[in-house]
């Protein structure tokens, strides 16, 4: 056990009003679990813009007392940590009781700019919920987590973010012996469409307003107070569900494992286990090891989403007002503006991504058929996008570059679909040159693995400045060769 005097920690928390939100909230909803020590820690990989953003001294964050806080390794009394409860639909099957198996919820801060924001460790030993597991992580999901997670945020996307990858110098037992390792995981909350599901299916009425209160708070806070009920929440909460799917869509995003405990109530892209960009486009493209059947596959994920805003739409029935038949049928028809919000946006966002003036009626008339073209001809998603934009703009460093990394992509020369559009950019780049590709995110793991962070440093700072050609070779931008094609990804516990 690391011991520290801790007076600038304390100073820290004071600045940043670090405290514990479920102190305040129903029993139900947590459970009081501390850390577990770990032998050797060592930071692994901070982000100092970050930090600056939150108001968190990156003097302290380099510090001994940080490093023993945020691995788990301090004394007992300096914690007032959580495990959050919630439950969910697990490939479609009810598991009642979830909750943070292997995270653990330090306190909310105060940003600068007077956003508030929980922060959470990802990895740092048994909590209430781990049902038998060991409450950690290894070194390879706390890596992806960290990269991808940001590189999304670079690109536009609702999500968590990361603060802090450690390593622990301990080993964890998975398929075989492997490195763990420790994320700091930040969020404005980690309220999950299971919290409500795990308060609802208890009868709890209070629980469930108190996190409808929380949820407005964090998420919906310009929302008048009088306006801050359930059809609301539910409302809002699809609106920004369809956008993010959306985003996912015109990114070639799979997200892996859309369980009702992995969808974040503020419309976040939570949980990063085992997704992955799209490199050859498919429509069916799965890359969970454990999705058999398919059901989170690339096309399905508007669908899911859909179902799991109906799973969330059941536990706050008991908040809406009326009879019954009155309270479904309001919960059903915010529902049904879910597929024409998400339509919008992906016609919108792919409307951007050609640079077309005027946005298509409908996606079947020359959106799909272009990704058609793409999974025919077994090109690159990301890629060729980037290609379109770059031929466009006459910017021929680009243009070489991508061509380079993908000769395959010429071949929208001669697609007709793409010669009936009349592409007009102006402005910044909108097509990300830049993604963090699973074999480039493996190959970073294995380094990190032996030892050597350098490849995890270079592939963080080239994702999190998606658009930028700077000194990017075209080995950084290159879909994976059939030899490291990586189909499968695991999410870690």
Same mark, same amino acid.
């Given at each position: 056990?690391?011991?520290?005097?801790?007076?600038?920690y304390?100073?820290?928390?004071?600045q940043n009003?670090?405290v514990?939100?479920y102190?305040d909230?129903?029993?139900l909803l947590?459970k009081?679990a501390k850390p577990?020590?770990?032998?050797?820690?060592?930071?692994?990989?901070t982000n100092?813009i970050?930090?600056?953003q939150?108001g968190v001294?990156?003097d302290?964050?380099h510090?001994?007392e940080?490093?023993?806080?945020?691995?788990?390794s301090?004394?007992?009394?300096h914690?007032?940590s959580?495990?959050?409860?919630?439950?969910g639909?697990q490939?479609?099957?009810?598991?009642?009781q979830? =909750? &943070? /198996? %292997?995270?653990? #919820?330090?306190?909310e801060?105060s940003?600068?700019?007077?956003e508030r924001?929980?922060?959470? +460790?990802k990895?740092?030993?048994?909590t209430?919920?781990?049902?038998? =597991? &060991? /409450? %950690?992580?290894? #070194?390879g999901p706390?890596?992806r987590?960290?990269?991808?997670s940001?590189?999304?945020?670079a +690109?536009g996307?609702l999500t968590?973010?990361?603060?802090?990858?450690?390593s622990? /110098?301990d080993s964890?037992?998975?398929?075989?012996?492997l490195?763990?390792g420790?994320l700091v995981?930040?969020?404005?909350s980690?309220?999950?469409?299971?919290s409500f599901?795990y308060a609802a299916?208890? /009868?709890d009425?209070?629980?469930?307003?108190?996190?409808l209160t929380?949820?407005f708070?964090?998420?919906?806070?310009?929302?008048?107070?009088a306006?801050r009920n359930?059809?609301?929440?539910l409302?809002?909460?699809t609106?920004r569900?369809?956008?993010?799917?959306?985003r996912?869509?015109t990114l070639?995003f799979i997200?892996?494992?859309?369980?009702?405990?992995?969808?974040s109530?503020?419309g976040l892209?939570?949980d990063?286990?085992?997704?992955?960009?799209?490199?050859?486009?498919?429509?069916?493209?799965?890359f969970?090891?454990i999705?058999t059947?398919g059901?989170?596959r690339?096309?399905q994920?508007?669908a899911?989403?859909?179902?799991?805003?109906?799973?969330?739409a059941e536990a706050l029935?008991?908040?809406?007002k009326?009879?019954d038949?009155e309270?479904?049928?309001e919960?059903?028809?915010?529902?049904?503006?879910f597929?024409?919000t998400?339509?919008r946006?992906?016609?919108?966002?792919?409307?951007?991504?050609?640079?077309l003036a005027?946005?298509p009626a409908?996606?079947?008339?020359?959106i799909k058929?272009l990704l058609d073209?793409?999974?025919?001809?077994q090109?690159?998603?990301?890629?060729?996008?980037?290609?379109?934009e770059?031929?466009?703009?006459?910017?021929?460093?680009?243009t070489?570059?991508?061509t380079?990394a993908?000769?395959?992509v010429s071949?929208?020369?001669?697609?007709?679909i793409?010669?009936s559009f009349?592409?007009i950019f102006s402005?910044?780049?909108v097509?990300?040159?830049m993604?963090?590709r699973?074999?480039l995110?493996?190959?970073a793991?294995?380094?990190?693995?032996?030892?050597?962070?350098s490849?995890?440093?270079t592939?963080?700072?080239?994702s999190t400045h998606?658009y930028?050609?700077?000194?990017?070779?075209?080995?950084?931008?290159?879909?994976?060769?059939?030899?490291?094609?990586?189909?499968?990804?695991?999410?870690?516990t």
């Open positions: 056990m690391l011991t520290y005097g801790f007076t600038r304390e100073t820290i928390a004071m009003d670090l514990q939100p102190d909230l129903p029993e947590s009081a577990s020590s770990v032998s050797d820690p060592a930071r692994l990989m100092a970050f930090a600056e939150l001294s990156t302290w964050l510090s001994p940080a490093l023993a806080w945020l691995s788990g301090a004394e007992p009394e914690y007032n959580v495990a959050t409860a919630y439950a639909f490939f479609g099957q009810y598991n009642p979830l =909750g &943070d /198996g %292997r995270a653990l #919820l330090l306190g801060l940003s600068p700019t007077h924001f929980e922060i959470q +460790l990895g740092a030993g048994r209430p919920f781990s049902r038998g =597991g &060991d /409450g %950690r992580s290894a #070194l706390v890596i987590e960290y990269i991808v940001e590189a999304m945020h +690109l996307v968590t973010r990361a603060l802090m990858a450690l622990t /110098g964890v037992i998975r398929e075989r012996s490195p763990g420790i995981r930040v969020a404005p980690h309220i999950r469409f299971g599901q299916a208890r /009868g009425v209070e629980a469930l307003t108190a996190l929380r949820s708070e964090l998420h919906y806070h310009t929302v008048p107070p306006a359930a059809p609301t929440l409302r809002l909460v609106e569900t369809a956008e993010l799917i959306a996912w869509d070639g997200h892996g494992v859309m369980n009702t405990d992995n969808m109530i503020g892209t939570i990063y286990g085992p997704c992955a960009f799209q490199d050859q486009f498919s429509w069916e493209q799965v969970s090891s999705d059947a059901r989170y690339y096309s994920q508007p899911i989403a859909l179902w799991n805003l109906a799973r969330l029935l008991p908040l809406f009326g009879t038949s309270v479904v049928a919960a059903e028809s915010i529902l049904s503006d597929m024409p998400f339509e946006y992906r016609l919108t966002l792919y409307a951007q991504k050609l640079g005027v946005t409908r996606f079947d008339d020359r058929p073209y793409l999974e025919q001809k090109l690159d998603f990301t890629l060729s996008f980037a290609y379109l770059s031929v466009a703009r006459h910017d021929q460093s680009a070489t570059l991508i380079q993908s000769p395959e071949a929208l020369d001669e697609c007709s793409v010669r009349t592409p402005g910044p780049r097509n990300p040159l993604i963090p699973n074999h995110v493996e190959a793991i294995t380094a990190a693995e032996t030892g050597d962070s490849q995890c440093h592939l963080f700072t080239n998606p930028d050609l700077g000194a990017l070779s075209y080995q950084d931008l290159r879909p994976a060769k059939p030899g490291d094609w990586i189909g499968r990804t695991f999410c870690g």
